[in-house]
Nanobody, 120 residues
């Protein structure tokens, strides 16, 4: 298993630009596709974005509309989800997940999530 740890959540204001790191402690993430998912209160989880483990290609769900950016720093074994122009509907628990190489999955390893609460 690949342990993953998300952070960067908390109580934030609308319009802010939080950055959520996903860290693979003690194990390089370089070959892994890292996907981001979120679960809003009372709703099913949804796919947000992914960065591939092959060439660093990035993918986004349509509703992201340019507000989210996924990137990776392999030297730090970290993948980031940058959120811009935060909205109250972005409230939820954000999870990162790892799959071998490709964003098509499957995603086998999951972090415990980081809670983002946007004040309204």
């Amino acid at each position: 298993q690949l342990p993953l740890v998300e952070s960067g959540g908390g109580l934030v204001q609308p319009g802010e630009f939080p950055r959520l790191p996903c860290v693979g402690p003690g194990r390089p993430l370089g070959d892994y596709a890292i996907g981001w998912f979120r679960q809003a209160p009372g709703k099913a989880g949804e796919y947000v974005s992914c960065i591939s483990g092959t060439d660093g290609s990035t993918y986004y769900e349509d509703w992201v509309k340019g507000r989210f950016t996924v990137s990776r720093d392999n030297a730090k074994s970290t993948v980031y989800l940058q959120i811009s122009s935060l909205k109250p509907e972005d409230t939820g628990v954000y999870y990162c997940s790892a799959g071998k190489y490709y964003c098509t999955g499957p995603y086998n390893d999951w972090g415990e999530g980081t809670q983002v609460a946007v004040s309204s």
